[in-house]
T-cell receptor
Framework: TQLLEQSPQFLSIQEGENLTVYCNSS?????LQWYRQEPGEGPVLLVT?????EVKKLKRLTFQFGDARKDSSLHITAAQPGDTGLYLC???????????FGQGTELSVKP | KAGVTQTPRYLIKTRGQQVTLSCSPI?????VSWYQQTPGQGLQFLFE???????NKGNFPGRFSGRQFSNSRSEMNVSTLELGDSALYLC??????????????FGEGSWLTVV
């Protein structure tokens, strides 16, 4: 059962454009993480959000955790070709002991 | 600090064979979790080991098994390989595990192709 819905699945944009990736669930998470994965490599953690309504910024990337801790978004401002990759959200429950991943968003930024 | 190390990086096996993959966690990390990544199913949780005990398990058949040693190194084994087992197998480590809300750190993965 897929508990985390990530959208869009594919995104192809021009350099300089803005974009937003969404991660939604009917479950409440204790934390939600965003990863970026390049071909042939393992995912690399970008950020962990824990508190409902929390907003974190990482240079041109802005991450938001929904007030109810069921959804999250990743916004990239002025995308660059170096942002190309697979972006994954992952939700965790303190009692569950599992990490559930969204299907991922394949981002391609063209120069 | 060395990262998570997985071996081998690439391997090809024949249907019906078995395979063992190895993972060395970051020094001091006691939790190791394993994941399977395929284009169709995405990243799926296999199991987590902590202090040599399996603590959590995903929805995979019994052909998938693992173990953890006293030095926290972990192995996973897949027996009676099927074509559908072709995937990137990722290992991740964390200090205290998924249920503690720790950040996990992934290795580069082992690419398994079953022919």
């Amino acid at each position: 059962t897929q508990l985390l819905e990530q959208s869009p699945q594919f995104l192809s944009i021009q350099e300089g454009e803005n974009l937003t990736v969404y991660c939604n669930s009917s479950s409440v998470f204790s934390s939600l993480q965003w990863y970026r994965q390049e071909p042939g490599e393992g995912p690399v953690l970008l950020v962990t959000v824990v508190t409902g309504g929390e907003v974190k910024k990482l240079k041109r990337l802005t991450f938001q955790f929904g007030d109810a801790r069921k959804d999250s978004s990743l916004h990239i401002t002025a995308a660059q070709p170096g942002d190309t990759g697979l972006y994954l959200c992952a939700g965790a429950w303190n009692q569950g002991g599992k990490l559930i991943f969204g299907q991922g968003t394949e981002l391609s930024v063209k120069p | 600090k060395a990262g998570v190390t997985q071996t081998p990086r690439y391997l090809i096996k024949t249907r019906g064979q078995q395979v063992t993959l190895s993972c060395s966690p970051i020094s001091g990390h006691r939790s190791v979790s394993w994941y399977q990544q395929t284009p169709g199913q995405g990243l799926q949780f296999l199991f987590e080991y902590f202090s040599e005990t399996q603590r959590n398990k995903g929805n995979f058949p019994g052909r998938f098994s693992g173990r953890q040693f006293s030095n926290s190194r972990s192995e996973m084994n897949v027996s009676t390989l099927e074509l559908g087992d072709s995937a990137l197998y990722l290992c991740a480590s964390s200090p205290l595990g998924l249920s503690s809300g720790n950040t996990i750190y992934f290795g580069e993965g082992s690419w398994l192709t079953v022919v």
